[in-house]
């Protein structure tokens, strides 16, 4: 997508501004539909963009025990996780999940298919959750406030880690 931008700008300079304007959408839209898949594939999080924020509303793949939601997607605010957004077959070992004080809304029956849940930690206070919160009440799950979201590691930490441990 980077060449057909590049082709886009000498079109338009040497050329057709109309079609050097043309390419450059199609390079645009190409560039962020590979984010797009890189991002679903990599985080195994569906979403979609809402009045400039980002709801999720599907988790799935790889069979993960800890979610950890980020506060921000394609540079857009993380402000609702969606209704039945844990449903999918893979999210039923999910024991804990991570969530930014970002989120403005919870939909209902969010966490309700996740038989493995014991702990959800959440950025904001207990008042926030309750504004936020549609969530009938989780049984056997403890709902922790004010706990930060841990850093992931870096690509170059994972590998300088492998190595240690390889030596």
Not at 76 to 105: C, D, N, Q
Not at 123 to 143: F, Y
């Amino acid at each position: 997508s980077a060449a057909m931008a590049l082709s886009a700008i000498i079109c338009a300079v040497h050329f057709d501004t109309l079609f050097g304007l043309l390419l450059l959408i199609l390079a645009v839209v190409t560039y962020l539909a590979i984010v797009i898949n890189l991002l679903s594939s990599k985080l195994g999080i569906a979403y979609r963009s809402f009045h400039g924020g980002m709801t999720i509303t599907a988790l799935y793949g790889k069979d993960r025990e800890v979610v950890y939601i980020p506060d921000k997607l394609l540079m857009l605010t993380v402000t609702e996780i969606g209704t039945r957004a844990f449903t999918h077959e893979s999210s039923k070992k999910i024991r804990e999940i991570h969530l930014p004080k970002t989120l403005l809304r919870i939909g209902t029956s969010a966490f309700a298919r996740l038989p493995a849940l014991t702990d959800v930690y959440y950025e904001g206070t207990e008042e926030e959750w309750k504004k936020i919160s549609r969530l009938a009440p989780l049984e056997n799950v403890t709902i922790h406030f004010e706990a930060p979201i841990p850093k992931l590691e870096s690509i170059k930490e994972i590998r300088k880690r492998k190595k240690a441990i390889k030596k």
